[in-house]
């Protein structure tokens, strides 16, 4: 076996952040409510260091707001800002596209094209791994920006926390059988080097729009619970 293949053992605050995001996203951590870094790492029975470096993480994914002065806490979804956010998305990732199909005899798709089969592999598995879900399909539709070839563009899609929008995708729409299991982003990513422009950006609308549309339904029938 090549060396490469053996997973390295994870760190201390590696199994810490997977800890907290996996409270996180299953509503271990209250929505909206400040908890002390003392409180946090007395839930994961691990040292304030430790949560202090893996809130670190959290943050940067947006699932957490560490306030000074007053704690950290889950920032609460709305409607409003699930749609603000998707908005943001889809301006990116549309301009991101346009660009790609007018670059796209210069681009090697292969790699794009094996994350959307592995995106798709875990989609479809009835087992699949969430959280692994949720990174891969944030790293795809990241790539996809990264593509289009602007370092400025690419900074200001990092920068506006959409892989918590990622991670919260998939664990709303993977609750409900009626929105999981579709499985179309190699389909999207082969349209992407071969279709035109404005099916292409048909095809990514309607994928943009779908997820929003699922992700409404799911949080608004939490919130009449």
Not at 71 to 87: C, F, I, K, Q, S
Not at 153 to 176: G, P, V
Not at 196 to 216: D, F, S, T, W
Request: contains cysteine; hydrophobic residues 40%; proline residues 4%.
């Amino acid at each position: 076996m090549d060396i490469s293949e053996i997973e390295r053992p994870k760190t201390k605050e590696e199994l810490v952040y997977e800890q907290l995001k996996e409270l996180i996203l299953h509503s271990g951590i209250p929505v909206n409510t400040f908890l002390s870094q003392r409180t946090l790492a007395a839930k994961v029975d691990a040292a304030v260091i430790t949560v202090r470096a893996a809130l670190r993480q959290l943050e940067n994914d947006g699932l957490v707001e560490n306030i000074p002065h007053w704690g950290v806490r889950v920032p609460e979804e709305t409607p409003a800002t699930l749609e603000d956010r998707y908005r943001v998305r889809r301006l990116f990732e549309v301009e991101a596209s346009r660009e790609i199909v007018k670059r796209r005899s210069q681009i090697d798709p292969s790699d794009l094209l094996k994350i959307a089969s592995q995106c798709d592999r875990i989609d479809l598995d009835p087992d699949g791994d969430l959280n692994a879900f949720g990174d891969l399909h944030y790293r795809l539709h990241r790539e996809i920006v990264d593509l289009a070839g602007s370092p400025l563009m690419s900074r200001m899609y990092e920068r506006i926390n959409l892989k918590k929008l990622f991670f919260w995708n998939a664990l709303r729409t993977w609750k409900d059988a009626s929105t999981r299991h579709i499985g179309d982003h190699r389909e999207f990513v082969e349209g992407l080097f071969s279709a035109p422009e404005e099916a292409v950006v048909k095809m990514l609308e309607q994928h943009i729009n779908r997820g929003l549309e699922y992700e409404l339904r799911m949080l608004n029938s939490q919130d009449t619970l």
